[in-house]
């Protein structure tokens, strides 16, 4: 029992210590009261609306290059494999380089905002995109496949992480109000920089009688985002009169309590989301990838002609996400609407009919493309949202990274499954590569009505709630986090470790380490194509 009380005694005495830190940085600081950014990252919700539409309006230009340059890629599919001699295992190997890297990346960056902020670390990162691009600019220049896979990589690691960190800062910003509005418009400048990559880079290219220009623009419009980050860290700097002070350290080591081991305490319905997330976000992304090529071949267009049908694919979510957005923050439903039922069932189920359009019939591709692009519009939007609410507002980062993650170990493994399926499909069609999408969008589509279940068991429904009932119930959470980090007790302190999240976090990298056997194996050991190995055997005839 006295051990008890002195346990109890020490703790108390920590906590008066802590206090009287914080105490005397809020007394030297007055102007993080008057902004409300301090204490931890629960009080950005409570922060002035002049500082969250900064917040907002610098966020969302961020990633504009990374998207860009990652659509580019898939639209000059057909070229690259030309002129790289590369076969479509070779190209799974070269798209899957951006999203290897991010199996792991995604979670120590999340973990990283969670600990210490974000400031200049959008910008580390944006110059990280920018080397990227400008690797493999110059990569297709010199027609050098291995020094394109690096330039991918590295280009992966930034593009990976500044989305994290955007997704990061809005959630955190905007958990009790709006969140869904933010993330929405958010999601439509991705869709509208992702568009305009899958459109423009084919007639750029033809336009300057040089298919590497649509690698040199992907590296300026890189540039432009190194701008608009430097605009960023410069509002930043004068909002809080330095960027990183003495003080600001102070605090966080005063109040930050986030722990590695509290990864145990997620709870089970957050593993759930990463599931649905694992499924879908690798079909959205690896179709995408494809979209060019799988007009042109299956449909008998020219390149140019498919990369434009195959930009549809981007127009929907431009427009629907920040109108969804306005729909959810006022109505609620993420799971279902009730009355239209537009959910996320919905999403797969659009995703599934797209798939068997554009696989075996002939009718106009772009309705197909439509018919993703609404996928795609009614999918993500949710999913994000959702772990802005369910987590503690101080794992946001972490656990949005754990989502990044989970979407590119789907990825990297699908990218290199669907190049092996395209090369052994007789012609290199497309009809292998599209059952084996509407086989995981049906599954997908089984485990979402699940979720359904899940939240209103563990969550009492806190996803379908309406606007008041949400506010109310996202506030009073809010404020308990708050008043825990007051304390310098973790937001999670009351949760325990059970065997399902061992159980979640050893399936989770089970498949972590699939993709990156599967990645060095074709990138190292891939076999050529007929194709490629008749381009080598004609350039050795040359030489």
Known sequence: MSSVKEQYDEKAQQDVIRDDAVDKIEFEDQHYEETGLHESDAALANAPWKYKMIALA???????????????????????????????????????????????????????IDTFGTVWGTLVINFMILLGSLLTAIAAHVGQFPLMVVGQVVFGIGSGLIVTMQESLLSKWFRTKYLALAIGMQLSISRLSTFLGTLVSNPISERMDDWVWAFWLALILCGFSIIMNLIYAYVLHHLQGAVVTKTEILRIKAKKT????????????????????????????????????LVQIHFGTTQKLAAYKASVSQVVPIVVTPILGVFIDLVGQRVKICKTHITVLLSAAFFVISCGLLGWTYVEPIAGMILYSFSLAFGPITMITSIGMILPSDYIGTGLGLFKSSNNIGSSILDIIVGIVQDNTEGEKYTGVMTVFVILGCVGFMIICGLYFTQRIYLKNLLELGRSKREERMTEINDKELFLTKQGLDSLNNKTTTNFNYFAIGIYVFFGICAWVLFFVFAVTGKASAREMSYLGLLHGQD
């Open 258 to 293: 986030v722990h590695v081991r509290s990864l145990l305490k997620f709870p089970p319905y957050f593993w759930h989301i990463i599931l649905i997330e694992f499924i879908f976000a690798a079909v959205w992304t690896v179709h995408q990838s494809v979209a060019t090529e």
């Open 58 to 112: 610098t966020a969302l230009m961020l990633p504009v290059g990374s998207h860009f340059s990652g659509a580019a890629l898939g639209a000059m599919k057909a070229s690259l494999k030309e002129n790289l001699m590369i076969s479509n295992t070779r190209y799974g190997v070269l798209s899957s380089s951006v999203s290897i890297i991010n199996t792991v990346f995604p979670v120590l960056g999340g973990f990283f």
